[in-house]
T-cell receptor, first 114, second 111 residues
Framework: DAGVTQSPTHLIKTRGQQVTLRCSPK?????VSWYQQALGQGPQFIFQ???????QRGNFPDRFSGHQFPNYSSELNVNALLLGDSALYLC?????????????FGSGTRLTVV | GQQVMQIPQYQHVQEGEDFTTYCNSS?????IQWYKQRPGGHPVFLIQ?????EVKKQKRLTFQFGEAKKNSSLHITATQTTDVGTYFC???????????FGKGTSLLVTP
């Protein structure tokens, strides 16, 4: 059990569609970060949410947006899907964002865009 | 962000042999974290190093942070088939929030 829960586990979407991915952080964690992992690559930072605000954003277009709820859970939204958005999307939780004790990752959502 | 490069990209060893993966940066790093990702799995935190020259051990795994805080290594002694997976080094960005990952070293261990 990873402690971080992500849903759905797999998703197939068509180009141009929109998708919403969900994450519940580990108990006691208040910060959620999202990562995109292409096949054979390391995870790439998308953004981090803390206190319901986007605190830092990586090099991703505005098509990628997110939200954090008062219970610390989070959503990642991707609009106008491209084939290149096909990847494993990982949610990582931590305490106050700086991951001094490491980040706890969820099992991810495998998104396939066709 | 603080980019980290990892070598080798792949390593295939016989069970019982040792394994080392290296992580390098052109800039001084605030920290290094190591993660293991099993095939089909998700990254799992192994350890964090923050001090210059720091060495930490976890059973058969030895982690080092260079004196200049620009490189790190993970050494596994006497590999086992359970060590199979991809090992990533990562470092926090200047802000401390983003974690920048290397491309990873994939380890295959044959019995």
């Amino acid at each position: 059990d990873a402690g971080v829960t992500q849903s759905p586990t797999h998703l197939i979407k068509t180009r141009g569609q929109q998708v919403t991915l969900r994450c519940s952080p580990k108990s006691g964690h208040d910060t959620v970060s999202w990562y995109q992992q292409a096949l054979g690559q390391g995870p790439q930072f998308i953004f981090q949410y803390y206190e319901e605000e986007e605190r830092q954003r990586g090099n991703f277009p505005d098509r990628f947006s997110g939200h954090q709820f008062p219970n610390y859970s989070s959503e990642l939204n991707v609009n106008a899907l491209l084939l290149g958005d096909s990847a494993l999307y990982l949610c990582a939780s931590s305490v106050r964002g700086q991951g001094s004790y490491g980040y706890t990752f969820g099992s991810g959502t495998r998104l396939t865009v066709v | 962000g603080q980019q980290v490069m990892q070598i080798p990209q792949y390593q295939h060893v016989q069970e019982g042999e040792d394994f080392t993966t290296y992580c390098n940066s052109s800039t001084t790093l605030s920290n290094i974290q190591w993660y293991k990702q099993r095939p089909g799995g998700h990254p799992v935190f192994l350890i964090q190093l923050v001090k210059s020259g720091e060495v930490k051990k976890q059973k058969r795994l030895t982690f080092q942070f260079g004196e200049a805080k620009k490189n790190s290594s993970l050494h596994i002694t006497a590999t086992q088939t359970t060590d199979v997976g991809t090992y990533f080094c990562a470092s926090n960005s200047n802000s401390g929030y983003a974690l920048n990952f290397g491309k990873g070293t994939s380890l295959l261990v044959t019995p």
